[in-house]
């Protein structure tokens, strides 16, 4: 009887290991692209920028697809067509090994001929909740840089500090659910999640992963309705909120076990970062942003030239120092901002999370999400300009 021997092979699969290419890239937009990634969780605006040397196809995080839309604030702008831009681009490849041009920064020199900008919406609508309170869940695994549970003690102080201040003149409130293990994208879970090693959106099949700038202590990730033909245009239906543990050292009431020489306390870090998400902007422009009005329509400043301590001493102000700790306390501006939003007269009577069938703010069957960064940036020699 002769014997059949099967050989069974396990083929391993090195992986590739690519060098970073980092590149200006200055030109004209002249077309964009956006789609969601097969996962779902992210909108990524494709690009074509004319450029002396030919035409170069770049990628960024967020855009608007099937009615919804994703910014980041502060973040790069939106690539828009007619824009002309300086961008801060590097070569990185997604899970696949499929190169992508990935933009880190966005610098608008000026317009093509006819171009015209829109607002947070393609109409122009600034964002809102439109449930009576918002539900957020901090990431069960916390941070490793505080003793302890300490710093879920913080978030609960933090989000506190908003609903006490507001609640004299606003219906809107924070509400917390239990913690749980989770990542952020859309999943109608309003997350509050710190990242300790990685300062980066992780990888998925058809994305590589999206990283932001070291110099931000805090990103919101938002995603709203953005469909001009919608009565929900500018809602938004899921916000997450990331905690940069990687450039900082997290600090909770000065104490932290981070190795980091700039410390970011959760309290000053959280409260700002929870302005975002309830819908606030900065009270001021960074270089690279663009033109803005507040909320009485005028435009406004840029951070390099107001002295105005009502911008300079808000919670909602662009930049912090290294240990600050003021931005914990909302100043008489950030409260009437949500006391503007979300006035107690308009109460809608209801509090639920979105995506649920008996709320009041149900998505529909297929949702197309958007994503909306906010994040809290930090300039050193801004910080201390400010002090003379």
């Known amino acids: 009887m002769r014997a059949v021997v099967r050989v069974l092979c396990l083929l391993l699969v090195p992986t590739v290991a690519h060098a970073e290419r980092r590149m200006t890239i200055v030109g004209d937009v002249m077309d964009t692209r956006a789609r969601w990634t097969a996962d779902g969780t992210r909108i990524i605006t494709e690009a074509t920028i004319q450029t002396p040397d030919g035409d170069v196809v770049v990628s960024q995080l967020g855009g608007s697809v099937g009615g919804l839309g ?6 790069p702008e939106l690539l828009q067509r007619g824009m002309q831009v300086s961008l801060d681009a590097r070569a990185d490849h997604d899970l696949s090994q499929r190169e992508h041009i990935s933009v880190d920064g966005v610098r608008v020199t000026g317009a093509l ?15 809102f909740w439109e449930s009576g309170c918002v539900f957020v869940t901090v990431d069960i695994a916390g941070t490793n840089q505080v003793n302890g549970d300490n710093e879920f003690d913080t978030v609960d102080a933090a989000i506190a500090e908003w609903n006490t201040n507001v609640a ?13 293990a989770s990542e952020v994208g859309r999943d109608n879970r309003n997350l509050i999640k710190f990242r300790d090693t990685s300062w980066c959106r992780p990888a998925t099949k058809d994305d590589p992963a999206r990283c932001y700038s070291p110099s931000a202590a805090g990103i919101t990730t938002a995603v709203f309705v953005d469909d001009a033909t919608s009565d929900r245009d500018g809602e938004i239906v899921d916000a997450d909120i990331e905690l940069n543990g990687a450039d900082f050292a997290i600090t909770n009431d000065g104490q932290t076990s981070g190795t980091s020489s700039c410390r970011s306390e959760i309290s000053n870090t959280l409260t700002h970062e929870l302005g975002h998400l309830l819908g606030l902007e900065h009270p001021c422009l960074a270089g690279g942003d663009p033109p803005r009005e507040d909320g009485d329509g005028n435009p406004v400043p840029a951070c390099s030239e107001t002295t105005d301590p009502e911008i300079l001493e808000a919670t909602m102000y662009n ?11 909302l100043s008489p501006d950030d409260i009437d901002a949500i006391c503007q939003i979300y006035p107690t007269e308009q109460d809608p009577g209801v509090c639920a999370p979105v995506g649920k069938e008996d709320g009041c703010c149900s998505s529909s069957s297929s949702p197309v999400p958007s994503t909306l960064l906010l994040a809290l940036g930090l300039l050193f020699g801004l910080g201390a300009r400010r002090r003379r």
């Open 70 to 75: 994703m910014r980041t604030f502060p973040g």
């Open 113 to 127: 001929p006819g171009f015209v900008r829109t607002g947070p919406t393609e109409a122009g609508k600034y964002l």
């Open 319 to 329: 930049f912090q120092d290294c240990g600050e700790t003021k931005k914990a306390s």
């Open 168 to 180: 004299s003149c606003s219906f809107m409130q924070l509400q917390q659910t239990a913690r749980l």
